[in-house]
């Protein structure tokens, strides 16, 4: 998926921070900001990733959470060739089924319950079209930022359905990582958590987590407890590291679903401007011009009916690097 916005921080949200910096709860609640993809009937997403008080969690760095839209009404997606670099993509679909193509030659669909990887790595390029047969669209994109030494690896794509794995209380999908007993066999460059977790009506779950990851709870549908702190739909509760437990309650009476990511802190400042991700302003330009150019740095790609997205013009200032704030000491 390709971000409209040249800076895709804003100041939105929310923390769980009092006036004097101290916090009452373990949990920071993030809520999101609509985003209009583009086009004359504009799909609107809700990003809760990147914040100005939070770029990342582990090394996830982009969440949007879109639907469920009527594709009658909203157009559906239709997201020409764009670049990407020094990321990896993860679509992550709840309904519907969109049409994936990239300069690898790749030709995929993204389906419910079925993981699509794509590395960007120094640079590929794709396109993200909704089916014919789609008539509603509702899902996750996400991006994950590589690390230094891997930021400008070779391009790959890779699928993966994980099975369902049942809990006291829910289900679990475990698309990457490990989590309740079940490994995702899809390698990762950072160590990383990824996964779908439904909560019967009234259900606590108590989870055991990786206390030196960081943890963030996107919900979709229901009202979560988040170590009772509440979560409504589409808001993003925040879980800092040092914690083995996790326990989510669904206080409603229809079941909850929910997405949980995590990681090791990404301990780099990135740069994250457009579609690319580099560690300097000049990172930026050089993936810029390449596109704009059409050099091989990107390819391209074949079977889409259009022409792809140019890039936008870079801001008249240097774009500086960034990191996680320092979050305030918890009571």
């Known amino acids: 998926m390709s971000t409209t916005e040249v800076d895709p921080t804003a100041p939105h949200g929310e923390s769980g921070a009092e006036g004097n910096g101290r916090r009452t709860s373990p949990v920071d609640v993030f809520t999101p900001r609509d985003v209009p993809l583009g086009g004359p009937r504009a799909m609107t997403v809700r990003r809760t990733l990147p914040q100005r008080a939070r770029s990342l969690i582990g090394a996830w760095c982009f969440a949007d959470h879109y639907g469920p839209d ?44 079925e993981l699509n990887l794509m590395t960007g790595g120094h640079g590929i390029c794709h396109s993200e079209v909704s089916t014919p047969d789609t008539t509603v669209l509702h899902g996750v994109q996400l991006w994950v930022a590589l690390p230094e030494a891997d930021r400008n690896a070779p391009s790959a794509f890779q699928h993966h359905v994980p099975r369902p794995v049942a809990l006291d209380g829910g289900e679990a999908r475990v698309f990457l990582g490990s989590l309740a007993g079940d490994t995702s066999p899809v390698p990762t460059h950072t160590p990383l958590l990824g996964a779908e977790l439904t909560l019967r009506p009234h259900a606590t779950v108590t989870l055991a987590i990786d206390p030196a990851f960081e943890h963030g709870l996107l919900v979709d549908s229901g009202e ?33 679903r929910t997405v949980l990511l995590g990681g090791t802190p990404f301990g780099e400042q990135i740069v994250m401007w457009w579609n ?14 390449a596109w704009q150019s059409e050099s091989g740095r990107f390819g391209a790609v074949e079977g889409y009916p259009g022409e792809r997205l140019p890039a936008p013009e870079l801001p008249n200032a240097t774009l500086a690097p960034r990191g996680n704030p320092t979050r305030p000491h918890r009571a």
Not at 82 to 89: A, D, K, N, V
Not at 276 to 289: L, P, Q
């Open 70 to 113: 009527n594709v009658a009404d909203s157009g559906g997606m239709d997201v020409a060739p764009h670049p990407h670099t020094g990321l990896q993509t993860v679509s992550w679909l709840f309904t519907g089924e969109i049409e994936h193509r990239d300069s690898l030659g790749t030709l995929a669909y993204v389906r419910p319950g």
């Open 276 to 289: 690319f991700i580099g560690r300097s302003h000049d990172d930026i330009v050089r993936a810029r011009e």
């Open 224 to 256: 979560v407890r988040m170590e009772g702190t509440v979560l409504r739909p589409a808001e993003l509760g925040y879980l800092e590291t040092g914690n083995a437990t996790l326990t989510l309650t669904n206080t409603g009476d229809t079941p909850a």
